[in-house]
């Protein structure tokens, strides 16, 4: 185990003292010794459900600790509040950001601590121009490129990112935690992340990094410490600890990384795109003339950077994206009109990319959302009355054959559940209904190694019972270790269909840059 002593050092800039947090039937954190050195990356690692971003939030305010204490540069100190820890010089970029859509980028920046000025020395008024310029030199600082005056619902991912990064380098944070900073980034946004976390450190800041990528940590952390179950398993020097290492402390047991996939077997065609085109609201073109097909027993996987189409096109197979020209046929059929449900009920299985906005019910409880596909049938229901019961039985059993961890099992309100367990019950139910076609969007997203592989696993076992699988992923890695077919799409379009073992890593990159067309 690694050394989880605790000293009395001006060099730390935070201590954790017993701490420890209870939600009601789940103790989140168990009596957590830790001591961070100032000007050190300190990565926390563990399953999702571990306790990370628990223990995070009662740094930065959001939850108050059941026991223990903490200690912020020496002095024991309690913070009630996200503004008491920002009071005490310590931010934090949330997993979700905490931006108001239609606000500027300043506006944001400055929201809670907005810069008065008097006109005449009379009449206050917000400087918003001073602020601007303020945070165009921070900007230029630390490597931030955004335009103050942007409105945030017209950036992208990765620039709202940097705004939440601003905020906390505006109110002069100097602890700064990132959770999960890269869970919804392109490769080259997390290289680019990456080196600011860096550029951070060299001035003077120190960085808390939660993460599941243990490829990240042994890139930046120094140190890292890892948890289970709500315990802390030790703390360890990241350059001595190698990722096998770190894996199976987070799970208790040796991880494999290589996903086993025997030889393919195809069948029919199961899905068939044909020349089709999909609109945005404002009538602009997402997805131009795509066609392709998947076969039964197949993983047809697309690549591409962010923004490309690809997420268009999965909404307008699931019926959730306006087509504007082309055909879907599944098993033959014409469903290109078909309602969600219809489409659920003719074959087709969906786990989206927003998993809050599409794939669940967050007030809902867990046992709803696993049935929230055919409640309004056998066993769930009988003559329109439903049946406790059963809600309650189907999710006692994928909660034991998927490992979701909820604290009160399937009467766990989904909102409260960590970011991968709410996606390990949307692959849960969706697997469950036993589809010919299942489309899978960014499947691995924000989860740990151990659920990362198992999700892999269940992709290719469902692949192995002759399901066609639609695989859209951001992680290239993913993508080469699952697909047998890989088309890559770029500026809305499909520029390659190969067989996976045609195409090298730098081949689909270049076509994902669109550097390369044929």
Same mark, same amino acid.
């Given at each position: 185990?690694?050394?989880?002593?605790?000293?009395?050092?001006?060099?730390?800039?935070?201590?954790?003292?017993?701490?420890?947090?209870?939600?009601?039937?789940?103790?989140?954190?168990?009596?957590?010794?830790?001591?961070?050195?100032?000007?050190?990356?300190?990565?926390?690692?563990?399953?999702?459900?571990?306790?990370?971003?628990?223990?995070?939030?009662?740094?930065?305010?959001?939850?108050?600790?059941?026991?223990?204490?903490?200690?912020?540069?020496?002095?024991?100190?309690?913070?009630?509040?996200?503004?008491?820890?920002?009071?005490?010089?310590?931010?934090?970029?949330?997993?979700?950001?905490?931006?108001?859509?239609?606000?500027?980028?300043?506006?944001?920046?400055?929201?809670?601590?907005?810069?008065?000025?008097?006109?005449?020395?009379?009449?206050?008024?917000?400087?918003?121009?001073?602020?601007?310029?303020?945070?165009?030199?921070?900007?230029?600082?630390?490597?931030?490129?955004?335009?103050?005056?942007?409105?945030?619902?017209?950036?992208?991912?990765?620039?709202?990112?940097?705004?939440?990064?601003?905020?906390?380098?505006?109110?002069?944070?100097?602890?700064?935690?990132?959770?999960?900073?890269?869970?919804?980034?392109?490769?080259?946004?997390?290289?680019?992340?990456?080196?600011?976390?860096?550029?951070?450190?060299?001035?003077?800041?120190?960085?808390?990094?939660?993460?599941?990528?243990?490829?990240?940590?042994?890139?930046?952390?120094?140190?890292?410490?890892?948890?289970?179950?709500?315990?802390?398993?030790?703390?360890?020097?990241?350059?001595?600890?190698?990722?096998?290492?770190?894996?199976?402390?987070?799970?208790?047991?040796?991880?494999?990384?290589?996903?086993?996939?025997?030889?393919?077997?195809?069948?029919?065609?199961?899905?068939?795109?044909?020349?089709?085109?999909?609109?945005?609201?404002?009538?602009?073109?997402?997805?131009?003339?795509?066609?392709?097909?998947?076969?039964?027993?197949?993983?047809?996987?697309?690549?591409?950077?962010?923004?490309?189409?690809?997420?268009?096109?999965?909404?307008?197979?699931?019926?959730?994206?306006?087509?504007?020209?082309?055909?879907?046929?599944?098993?033959?059929?014409?469903?290109?009109?078909?309602?969600?449900?219809?489409?659920?009920? /003719?074959?087709?299985?969906? =786990?989206? !990319?927003? &998993?809050?906005?599409?794939?669940? #019910? *967050?007030?809902?409880? %867990?046992?709803?959302?696993?049935?929230?596909?055919?409640?309004?049938?056998?066993?769930?229901?009988?003559?329109?009355?439903?049946?406790?019961?059963?809600?309650?039985?189907?999710?006692?059993?994928?909660?034991?054959?998927?490992?979701?961890?909820?604290?009160?099992?399937?009467?766990?309100?989904?909102?409260?559940?960590?970011?991968?367990?709410?996606?390990?019950?949307?692959?849960?139910?969706?697997?469950?209904?036993?589809?010919?076609?299942?489309?899978?969007?960014?499947?691995?997203?924000?989860?740990?190694?151990?659920?990362?592989? /198992?999700?892999?696993?269940? =992709?290719? !076992?469902? &692949?192995?019972?002759?399901?066609? #699988? *639609?695989?859209?992923? %951001?992680?290239?890695?993913?993508?080469?270790?699952?697909?047998?077919?890989?088309?890559?799409?770029?500026?809305?379009?499909?520029?390659?269909?190969?067989?996976?073992?045609?195409?090298?890593?730098?081949?689909?990159?270049?076509?994902?840059?669109?550097?390369?067309?044929?």
């Amino acid at each position: 185990m690694g050394d989880t002593t605790l000293r009395a050092d001006d060099n730390y800039i935070l201590e954790l003292r017993g701490v420890t947090k209870r939600f009601p039937g789940v103790v989140a954190n168990d009596k957590i010794d830790l001591a961070i050195r100032k000007g050190e990356i300190f990565a926390l690692l563990g399953e999702n459900g571990a306790g990370k971003s628990t223990l995070a939030s009662m740094v930065f305010g959001m939850y108050e600790p059941d026991e223990g204490e903490m200690i912020v540069r020496g002095v024991p100190t309690h913070i009630a509040s996200p503004q008491e820890a920002v009071d005490h010089d310590i931010g934090m970029v949330h997993q979700h950001f905490k931006l108001i859509s239609n606000y500027t980028v300043t506006e944001n920046i400055v929201l809670g601590d907005e810069p008065l000025r008097r006109l005449g020395g009379i009449l206050p008024y917000i400087d918003l121009k001073g602020a601007e310029k303020k945070i165009e030199e921070l900007s230029r600082n630390y490597g931030l490129e955004v335009d103050p005056r942007a409105v945030i619902e017209d950036i992208g991912v990765s620039t709202q990112q940097r705004v939440e990064i601003l905020k906390m380098l505006y109110r002069n944070a100097e602890l700064l935690i990132f959770d999960e900073p890269t869970a919804m980034l392109t490769p080259q946004e997390i290289e680019h992340l990456l080196n600011i976390i860096r550029e951070l450190r060299e001035s003077g800041k120190t960085i808390i990094l939660i993460t599941h990528k243990l490829e990240e940590v042994k890139q930046v952390a120094d140190r890292c410490a890892v948890l289970r179950e709500g315990r802390l398993v030790g703390v360890f020097d990241v350059a001595t600890t190698s990722t096998a290492e770190m894996a199976a402390m987070m799970v208790g047991r040796e991880i494999t990384f290589d996903t086993e996939k025997p030889p393919a077997r195809f069948g029919d065609v199961v899905l068939q795109v044909e020349d089709l085109t999909v609109e945005d609201a404002n009538k602009f073109a997402r997805v131009s003339d795509v066609s392709f097909k998947v076969r039964a027993g197949e993983i047809f996987a697309i690549a591409g950077v962010m923004g490309n189409g690809q997420v268009e096109l999965a909404n307008a197979i699931a019926g959730l994206a306006h087509i504007k020209a082309g055909t879907i046929r599944l098993n033959g059929a014409d469903i290109t009109r078909y309602s969600v449900r219809k489409r659920a009920l /003719a074959g087709v299985s969906y =786990i989206p !990319e927003d &998993r809050h906005g599409v794939g669940l #019910i *967050l007030d809902f409880p %867990l046992q709803h959302n696993l049935a929230m596909k055919s409640y309004f049938d056998e066993p769930f229901s009988s003559h329109g009355v439903l049946k406790a019961a059963e809600f309650e039985d189907h999710a006692a059993r994928l909660i034991d054959e998927y490992d979701i961890r909820a604290g009160r099992a399937g009467r766990s309100m989904t909102r409260d559940m960590s970011g991968g367990n709410q996606q390990k019950a949307i692959v849960a139910r969706e697997v469950e209904e036993n589809s010919d076609l299942m489309i899978f969007v960014q499947p691995t997203r924000g989860l740990d190694i151990g659920a990362t592989m /198992a999700i892999r696993e269940r =992709i290719v !076992e469902q &692949r192995q019972r002759g399901k066609a #699988i *639609l695989l859209i992923s %951001l992680e290239l890695d993913e993508v080469l270790a699952l697909a047998d077919t890989i088309g890559v799409m770029y500026g809305g379009r499909i520029l390659k269909i190969a067989p996976a073992c045609e195409l090298t890593r730098s081949q689909v990159g270049e076509y994902m840059m669109g550097v390369k067309r044929s």
